[in-house]
């Protein structure tokens, strides 16, 4: 029996799981809300772990793939002082493919393949439990009825209140990015500077960390302790003034070169050089976050367990995004179905506590009142 099944969300765990299914021969409905694969810059890059993120692809079949389009080196991590002494260079062995990164939009479209997904959907609601089964409401007035709606729909899922009322939370602690182009030829100091991988400056409260990606871009990430209304109230706590217009590009840049006053000019002139500047508070769902199962509906990646950026989540979607199609597959009728989902989310929900604890607690020592916790904290978890 084919189960009628729908995922809410193109991400890495709408895709994933879509692509597993795919490849053992099950339909499935992929909406996305986005107008096109392109419609927005796809982000940076994001490095797969052995036993995740790469187990994943391996179980859609695209493991070779991931290789051949993966970069190793960018494991390389470099920790500078605020004076711009170098504290630590750590450079991964030729073998090592522990952790190799990947661009988003590459990832994205190894995903994608030839994946038939319904762009420009966007889903208001989700109602489970109506005769024919979940109703998924669009934007567009229209709707649908599903035997498995699969909420991979992202920090702002519209699918996570069929089964919970929990919502994200901010982490008192805000990142705001940029990006460099063509660092090769434009910036080859800055390029020096950052390295094959990444480069992180840590002082009190606050940090600096650029990550090459590929084609020569650079995106660089600061990241500070501030109320979420920082840029607007009168801002006591960096002793500057208030009323940040954070679309103004120059504006942003020198605010945030005030916050980073007094660290070595390399490491600012990543600020210097910043094309635009994106405004990011960090938000998380609660550590534990489980639910009273709903039969017909679950929620897989960040739409189950946002947790702080430190590596982990895009693994976790597409692991679970894995896992949930093969059991989905495994079910063969509609009782089957309901109880293989039931073991997927007590799997899902024990593995991803684990992540939460170790994320929540890094990022509080990535972004802490005493800098030698960083360094700390990198030297626990760095291969010696
Ligand atoms: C700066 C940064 C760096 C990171 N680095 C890493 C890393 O190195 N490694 C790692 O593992 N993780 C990393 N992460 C975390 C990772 O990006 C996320 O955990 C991951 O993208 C979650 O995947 P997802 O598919 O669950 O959700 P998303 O990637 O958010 O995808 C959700 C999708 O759902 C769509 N959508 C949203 N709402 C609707 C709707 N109502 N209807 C239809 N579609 C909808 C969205 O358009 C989107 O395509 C990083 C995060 C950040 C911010």
Redesign the pocket.
């Known amino acids: 029996m084919r189960h009628r099944i729908a995922v809410?969300?193109?991400?890495?765990?709408?895709?994933t799981f879509a692509r597993v299914l795919h490849r053992h021969d099950h339909p499935v409905t992929v909406?996305?809300?986005?107008p096109g694969p392109d419609a927005?810059p796809p982000?940076?890059?994001?490095?797969?772990?052995e036993g995740?993120?790469q187990l994943a692809l391996s179980k859609a079949g695209l493991l070779a793939e991931f290789q051949a389009l993966s970069r190793p080196e960018g494991q390389a991590m470099r920790i500078l002082d605020t004076d711009g002494t170098v504290l630590r260079d750590w450079q991964p062995r030729p073998d090592d493919l522990a952790n190799p990164?990947i661009d988003?939009g590459q990832l994205r479209d190894l995903l994608l393949g030839s994946l038939d997904v319904q762009w420009g959907?966007?889903?208001?609601e989700v109602v489970p439990g109506t005769r024919d089964g979940v109703l998924v409401h669009f934007?567009d007035g229209r709707q649908e009825t599903f035997d498995l709606v699969v909420g991979?729909?992202?920090?702002?899922?519209?699918?996570r209140p069929a089964v919970s009322s929990a919502t994200p939370h901010y982490t008192g602690i805000t990142?705001v990015?940029t990006s460099l182009d063509d660092v090769d030829t434009r910036h080859p100091d800055l390029a020096r500077l950052v390295g094959d991988g990444s480069m992180a400056v840590y002082g009190v409260n606050r940090s600096l960390v650029a990550q090459r990606n590929s084609g020569g871009h650079v995106?660089v990430?600061a990241r500070f302790r501030a109320p979420l209304d920082w840029h607007t109230n009168v801002d006591r706590h960096m002793g500057l003034d208030a009323g940040l217009d954070l679309a103004d590009v120059e504006a942003v840049r020198s605010r945030l070169l005030a916050m980073f006053d007094g660290w070595a000019a390399p490491v600012l002139d990543l600020l210097r050089h910043g094309t635009a500047f994106v405004h990011?508070p960090?938000y998380v769902l609660p550590v534990s976050h489980t639910w009273a199962h709903v039969p017909g509906v679950t929620l897989?990646?960040?739409?189950?367990h946002?947790?702080p950026?430190?590596?982990?989540?895009?693994?976790?979607?597409?692991l679970e995004?894995a896992e949930l199609a093969e059991s989905v597959v495994a079910a063969p009728g509609p009782g089957d179905l309901d109880e293989a989902v039931r073991a997927f989310e007590e799997q899902m929900w024990a593995r991803a506590g684990k992540w939460a604890k170790i994320t929540t607690a890094g990022l509080e020592r990535l972004v802490s009142p005493d800098p030698t916790e960083a360094i700390a904290r990198w030297d626990q978890v760095q291969p010696s």
Request: zero cysteines; proline letters at 3%; a neutral charge.
């Open positions: 809410i969300g193109g991400g890495p765990a709408g895709l909406l996305e809300r986005d927005r982000g940076g890059m994001l490095d797969l772990h995740l993120g990164e988003r959907r966007g889903v208001t934007a991979a729909d992202g920090a702002w899922s519209r699918v990142s990015e995106k990430y990011r960090l897989l990646g960040d739409a189950a946002l947790m950026p430190l590596g982990a989540g895009a693994n976790l979607a597409m995004g």
